[in-house]
């Protein structure tokens, strides 16, 4: 426990140094805010509102993470994020945290976020006399000879007082006696007080004085501490040992190798024989960290190295040295060896990271802060002289705060998770010692995502063939975008554009939202839709959500699934037969008939071949297997039968063939007989086909009437105007297929065009115009002003 205890000190030393050379440089920084609170109030003292000293919204600071970071393991101060207000933690023990009697200072390091700040304040401990001097040991005992003359100075134990200031030692007193008188002797650190002889001793009337010493301290009330002194009277040794001087200074590196001479002390003594041999020893009221550290050989005076000697823990070692002889009494000489220690670079950079965002957005702007870090050595001077910078090219840099060795860790550039997800940063800190020390840091520093890319189809548009009498509610094909966000800015969903769409074939599709699997709800049909086109859209799930559309273009594919179709024959209850009556006397290649088939399929699904599946004799007629027509291969003779039983078969050319079979029954009959069923046979047809001939001719009579009334009105118009004119011949553009022929022309500022047998629809005769000349409306100008051709 003594250990930790002696470390814990040697800590707050370095601490306590370390602040003061923030105090000493801290007004070329930047100006800070300071506190005071004596030691050893209570926890949960109010030290000060620093939220508002510091300007900050009281209301924001539970968001924004108001909080003290400390260095160290102990926290000594907190805050109050609902008022803002420093309060004490932890009990302050000012003579714990701070020795020597410098101002005892704590610098704090407030931090808050969005956006990241760091504040630097400092709070000074002051001192409260808290504790009584006290001496290293109760008693104190001398051997004084009775030959010592007045004026002789013993040293005395010197008390101690851990409190500073007006709380520290003031002064010593002593019981009050004719012999001895305390004297003080002010040191750099303490008074160390001295026994003075102002009257000489007399052994015959008093071998032995009991005195008591007491040490006041300049507290209110004061405090005081007692040594009892217990003076053995001697018989005369007159000298004592001298040195050849009272304060020695020597300068040492600090790791050193334990067993080094350093010094050599020598004091010298003029009696002879016993008194006048010396024993050299450390004064007994020396820190224990010195015993531990040096040894002094009693006989020589050689100060050696005994332990570690450490820069950083203690740079100042003073050592009272005490030469007494072997007389008796026994006279005794002191002297004080101060040894400075020299810093060497033996304590490598630290990196102490106080704050880190360890996930960046990627939208974040150049000169984002994330991350600060302070730098530190424990050496001094130029070895205690740190430069800092990042090792990798990365899109981060180093910059300095206000205050020396304090980075911020800041963008440089836009980032890209899409092209960099993670990014390793490494800090390099080294010193200026020689040779120089380096330390390390690497940040593990992630991208997060914003929804920063819209999905995109590898190829726009999209084209798909699908085979016609597809399954109803079966996935047709598919379609596929990528996002290349992450996480819900990458999940995709689909659905079909519908909104403005007239194509009656949307309502048949159907898109998985989550697969891009299109169904069909309907089996197509190629003679009814070839093809038809619509939109995908793919939409991710960012806030807020982007989309892109493909076009999707969709060709249906003809399968064989229609057989022939006979248009002729066809008998008048539906089947394919018919009759057909030919001379006897018809030469050879005469054409009996055509037999007429459609296919509604196309390409080699739709094309025909005839073929002869049957027939009476097959010398008499021949089937042309592409057109379908009937002729006789030779002149009938009297021999051959009056009646000719054909059965032609329709066969298309799909990989599964469909087929249709017509049969033709061929009289033969003589030419008068021939003539007469020829007009029967015509009467018949006609007959049949009076549904078709009837509509053509009601629309051939009304076009035929329309034409001659519009000729007349033009004429009547002609003549009742007649108007000059230069014609230009233009083509129509907005030809609606009405007319057989047409020639359009322009004159002044009105539109002409010439029709032949049919007028088209809107047309409007010209006053005074040609009987075949009509005025157009010109459909490119809303206004139906004729625009001049220039």
Same mark, same amino acid.
């Given at each position: ?21 923030? *105090? ?28 508002? %000293? ?6 924001? *600071? ?29 009990? +302050? ?23 990241? /700040? ?148 020598? @004091? ?50 003073? +050592? ?52 600060? +870090? ?29 205050? /020396? ?206 073929? *002869? ?94 034409? *001659? ?6 004429? @009547?118009?002609? =003549? ?15 030809? %609606?297929?009405?007319? =057989? ?50």
């Amino acid at each position: 426990m003594g250990t930790n205890r002696q470390r814990g000190k040697r800590d707050y030393y370095s601490f306590a140094f370390r602040l003061s050379l923030l *105090l000493f440089f801290g007004n070329q920084a930047s100006a800070q805010i300071r506190y005071s609170i004596p030691e050893e109030v209570k926890e949960g003292t109010v030290v000060g509102n620093v939220a508002k %000293d510091l300007g900050l919204e009281i209301s924001s *600071l539970t968001d924004r993470r108001f909080r003290v970071v400390s260095g160290s393991k102990d926290a000594f101060f907190e805050v109050n994020q609902n008022n803002g207000a420093l309060y004490v933690h932890k009990k +302050l023990d000012r003579e714990e945290l701070c020795h020597g009697s410098g101002a005892c200072l704590m610098e704090l390091k407030i931090l808050v976020e969005n956006p990241l /700040e760091m504040h630097h304040i400092v709070v000074e401990i002051t001192d409260v006399n808290d504790h009584s001097p006290s001496f290293p040991a109760k008693q104190q005992r001398f051997e004084i000879g009775e030959q010592i003359s007045p004026g002789r100075r013993f040293q005395l134990h010197t008390a101690r007082d851990p409190d500073t200031g007006i709380n520290t030692i003031r002064t010593y007193t002593l019981t009050s006696n004719e012999h001895f008188e305390v004297d003080i002797r002010q040191s750099d650190e303490d008074k160390i007080p001295f026994l003075v002889l102002k009257k000489s001793l007399d052994r015959e009337q008093k071998d032995k004085h009991t005195l008591l010493v007491t040490a006041v301290d300049g507290g209110k009330p004061p405090r005081s501490g007692t040594l009892n002194i217990t003076i053995i009277v001697l018989d005369s040794n007159d000298n004592r040992p001298m040195f050849s001087k009272e304060i020695y200074q020597i300068e040492i590196q600090e790791n050193v190798p334990v067993g080094t001479s350093i010094f050599r002390i020598n @004091a010298t003594d003029p009696d002879e024989g016993t008194n006048g041999l010396i024993e050299y020893s450390l004064g007994k009221t020396l820190k224990k960290k010195v015993y531990d550290i040096f040894e002094l050989d009693k006989v020589t005076g050689e100060i050696k190295v005994k332990g570690v000697v450490d820069y950083e823990e203690n740079d100042v070692y003073k +050592l009272d040295v005490e030469a007494s002889d072997k007389g008796t009494p026994p006279s005794a000489g002191e002297c004080r060896v101060i040894i400075k220690v020299k810093d060497v670079n033996d304590n490598p950079p630290e990196i102490e990271v106080t704050s880190l965002s360890n996930a960046v957005s990627e939208d974040s702007k150049p000169g984002t802060v994330i991350s600060l +870090l302070s730098v530190t050595d424990k050496d001094s001077g130029v070895n205690g002289k740190i430069i800092s910078s990042i090792m990798s090219d990365v899109s981060f840099e180093l910059k300095p705060s206000y205050k /020396e060795n304090i980075y911020s860790i800041v963008t440089k550039e836009f980032l890209d998770r899409e092209q960099v997800s993670h990014f390793e940063i490494t800090i390099k800190a080294t010193d200026c010692g020689e040779p120089p020390l380096s330390t390390f840091k690497t940040l593990n520093i992630q991208i997060s995502d914003v929804n920063d890319n819209r999905p995109h189809f590898s190829q726009n548009p999209l084209q798909f063939y699908l085979t016609e009498n597809n399954v109803a509610g079966a996935s047709i094909f598919s379609v596929s975008a990528t996002d290349n966000d992450d996480n819900d800015n990458a999940a995709i969903s689909y659905h079909i554009l519908r909104e403005g769409s007239q194509n009656d074939v949307m309502s048949f599709l159907n898109v998985n939202s989550e697969n891009g699997h299109i169904t069909a709800l309907k089996s197509f049909d190629f003679e009814t839709v070839k093809t038809f086109q619509f939109q995908v859209v793919a939409t991710d799930s960012g806030t807020p959500s982007l989309s892109s559309n493909v076009t999707v273009n969709v060709f249906i594919l003809d399968q064989n699934d229609n057989a022939p179709v006979i248009l002729y024959p066809v008998s008048s209850n539906g089947s394919a037969e018919g009759v057909e009556e030919i001379p006897r006397n018809v030469n050879a290649g005469h054409l009996v008939t055509k037999v007429r088939a459609y296919d509604a399929d196309i390409g080699y699904n739709g094309w025909l071949l005839f073929s *002869l599946q049957e027939v009476t004799e097959h010398s008499l007629f021949t089937l042309d297997r592409y057109t379908g027509q009937i002729r006789t291969l030779r002149s009938f003779t009297e021999t051959d039968e009056a009646e000719h039983k054909l059965v032609i078969l329709v066969k298309d050319n799909g990989n599964v063939s469909l087929s249709a079979t017509a049969t033709v029954i061929v009289k033969v009959v003589e030419p008068k007989e021939a003539f007469a069923a020829s007009d029967v046979k015509s009467a018949t047809k006609d007959d049949e086909e009076n549904n078709v001939t009837f509509y053509l001719m009601i629309t051939l009579g009304s076009v035929s009437a329309l034409f *001659l009334i519009s000729i007349i009105v033009l004429i @009547a118009m002609q =003549c009742s105007k007649s108007t000059d004119y230069t014609s230009k011949y233009l083509q129509e553009t907005n030809y %609606d297929g009405t007319l =057989c022929h047409s020639i359009q022309y322009r004159s002044g500022d009105k539109r002409y065009m010439l029709v032949g047998p049919r007028m088209s629809i809107g047309s409007t005769i010209v006053p005074g115009s040609h009987a075949n000349t009509l005025v157009l409306p010109d459909r490119r100008r809303p206004s139906g002003e004729v625009r001049a051709e220039k």
